[in-house]
């Protein structure tokens, strides 16, 4: 019958061999490592399973962009110079072992074709950003930016701003500090680009964006100038926290000699004379001033170690041999009795702040005024004071804008202040009013009271007018002690006794002789003298405390280490809330 012919079962060798295909088709998929016969597409067969020739190409390109060629112009030009060549400087900031490139093929390759789908490097000329990256300053891992002079001339290209932008990402995304080595760099490259490209552009600046965000942000953002640093070059080192230029080797301007001759008519300049150390470590334009390249890295090494990773954390502190309670008998002398002589302002902060621990930021501008960063029993802070030794003391328009520069730098990093204050008032005479002294002082005032870290004062000598009025009235309550030496007022007696008694020593002159006027005038100073005894300030509590000079640092120790213990973690807290946000730039 029909239909138990097409009941009856199949032929059992056809069901096994259909199972084995269907078996077959399973283990292909869970077991894809099986080998199977390879198939062949022409060339594709000369390219080797573990991509060995890609790993290859990469070896070589980084060899050749880490050994120097001897022979190319660049390179004798930077070795003439006395400069290290850019892979040496690296070598030399970093800890050793701890250079990671990133972007360490970029630049320019010749290609020689090696097989029908097979190539291999025949010249590479390597990106003049060359090194970028990762690394460790003393264990504290940080991100690095290293321009070559020897590759045009450091003039920019298209990898170098790519991978600058993407370092200072970087920065802000993994909150780690960066170090830029700035050896030309202009942000334009040469009229040659024009060729190259066939059209000109209009100049763009990406990457002060970022730049901006970090040092708002209290990214250590670090800048040494290690040759002729030009245009966009000088800029980007400028635009940093904390900058330095070696002496034998560094130069800054917006615009190289050739340039300047043109525009200016200013002939037979040099890079030195343009925009060497004696421009730009006496203005402000670079905070400090390293003899070489090494003394350079050793001062990123050092600010560094004060500074915290980003503002959303505390500055690291250190172990501290110099016990707290040290005592100093010859600060208690240190100040003169006659007013009218100069002392070491220095002598008194090396005295009292951890011993050694004192690095000054800009000895070499705004020199009425000093700054710098120290430690208290290993805990960072910063350092304000008034040099007597320079004007008199009195705060002129450079000195301000040091000031404010340091309170800025100090109230993004959630660093506390100490100062000592010996200030006669702001400059006076031609000088000062043409340089805008009220102005760049006014300025310094408001950014005494718009930022916010703590503030401890000490007052070791004068305190006189507007000038001594911001520094230590900026927060309420008031932390802050004298010495037996404090002297205060609207103005100093030398002057303010002419100002307060002129109709009367006039009069006295006119009528009795300039001796009598004299003799009247010193009756005055000595009544003044006595009624200025600082004593009598603390009896009206116009001063809070009046302490022994040789109990500074007991008292200054104390302080700060309640800051470290209290109130930067809750400031801390509160940049990470947002609702604490300083600003630098």
Not at 21 to 34: C, S, Y
Not at 116 to 133: A, C, D, H, L, T
Not at 373 to 381: I, M, S, T, V
Request: a positive charge; proline letters at 6%; aromatic letters at 8%.
């Amino acid at each position: 019958m029909v239909g138990d012919k097409d009941n009856r079962p199949k032929d059992a060798s056809t069901s096994s061999a259909s199972a084995k295909d269907r078996l077959a088709q399973v283990t292909d998929h869970i077991a894809p490592n099986t080998p199977k016969r390879r198939r062949r597409r022409g060339g594709d067969s000369e390219l080797p399973a573990d991509y060995s020739d890609i790993l290859g190409q990469i070896a070589s390109l980084q060899k050749i962009a880490a050994t120097p060629d001897t022979r190319n112009r660049g390179y004798v030009r930077q070795r003439q110079a006395g400069k290290l060549w850019v892979r040496e400087r690296v070598e030399q900031l970093l800890d050793p072992g701890s250079f990671h490139e990133v972007g360490s093929v970029s630049g320019t390759v010749k290609w020689k074709q090696v097989g029908p789908v097979r190539e291999e490097p025949e010249e590479y000329v390597p990106s003049n950003n060359v090194q970028v990256g990762f690394g460790r300053l003393r264990g504290r891992k940080i991100v690095f930016t290293a321009d070559d002079f020897s590759i045009r001339a450091g003039h920019a290209d298209g990898a170098l701003m790519d991978k600058t932008i993407y370092m200072e990402k970087l920065a802000i995304a993994l909150k780690l500090p960066i170090v830029k080595l700035v050896d030309g760099s202009s942000g334009g490259g040469s009229v040659t680009t024009i060729r190259t490209s066939g059209y000109s552009y209009v100049p763009p600046l990406p990457s002060f964006t970022q730049v901006v965000q970090q040092l708002n942000m209290g990214i250590p953002n670090l800048g040494a100038v290690v040759g002729p640093a030009i245009g966009l070059g000088a800029a980007r080192v400028v635009a940093c926290h904390f900058s330095v230029m070696a002496a034998d080797i560094g130069s800054l301007f917006n615009a190289g000699p050739s340039v300047v001759k043109n525009a200016t008519f200013e002939e037979g300049l040099s890079f030195t004379d343009l925009g060497g150390p004696a421009m730009h470590c006496t203005n402000g334009t670079i905070d400090n001033l390293a003899p070489d390249e090494a003394g350079c890295f050793e001062q990123m090494r050092t600010v560094l170690s004060y500074l915290p990773d980003c503002g959303t954390k505390l500055p690291p502190t250190v172990e501290s041999s110099d016990p707290v309670n040290r005592v100093s008998e010859n600060l208690r002398s240190i100040i003169p009795r006659a007013k009218n002589r100069m002392y070491n302002p220095r002598a008194i902060i090396s005295e009292v702040v951890d011993q050694g621990s004192f690095f000054e930021i800009g000895s070499l501008w705004g020199t009425t005024a000093i700054v710098g960063l120290a430690r208290f029993g290993g805990k960072p802070f910063g350092i304000v004071s008034l040099n007597c030794e320079v004007n008199a003391g009195a705060l002129d328009a450079l000195g301000s804008q040091k000031i404010t520069r340091m309170l800025k730098f100090l109230d993004v990093f959630n660093i506390p202040l100490v100062q000592f204050v010996d200030v006669p008032g702001y400059a006076i005479g031609t000088v000062a009013e043409r340089t805008a002294t009220m102005r760049h002082g006014v300025t310094l005032a408001a950014t005494y009271y718009s930022t916010t870290m703590p503030i401890f004062s000490v007052i070791v000598r004068r305190v006189y007018g507007v000038a001594g009025g911001i520094m230590l009235d900026c927060r309420d309550p008031r932390m802050r002690v004298a010495w037996p030496s404090g002297l205060w007022g609207s103005l100093p007696l030398e002057g303010g006794i002419e100002v307060g008694h002129s109709f009367e020593l006039k009069e006295i002159e006119r009528k009795e002789g300039k001796a009598k006027r004299d003799e009247r005038y010193a009756e005055l100073e000595n009544e003044y003298k006595r009624l200025m005894n600082p004593v009598r300030t603390a009896n009206h509590f116009g001063i809070e405390e009046i302490i022994d000079p040789v109990y500074t640092r007991r008292v200054c120790c104390e302080w700060v280490s309640h800051m470290y213990e209290s109130l930067l973690p809750q400031r801390v807290l509160e940049r990470v809330a947002g609702k604490l946000q300083p600003m630098f730039a």
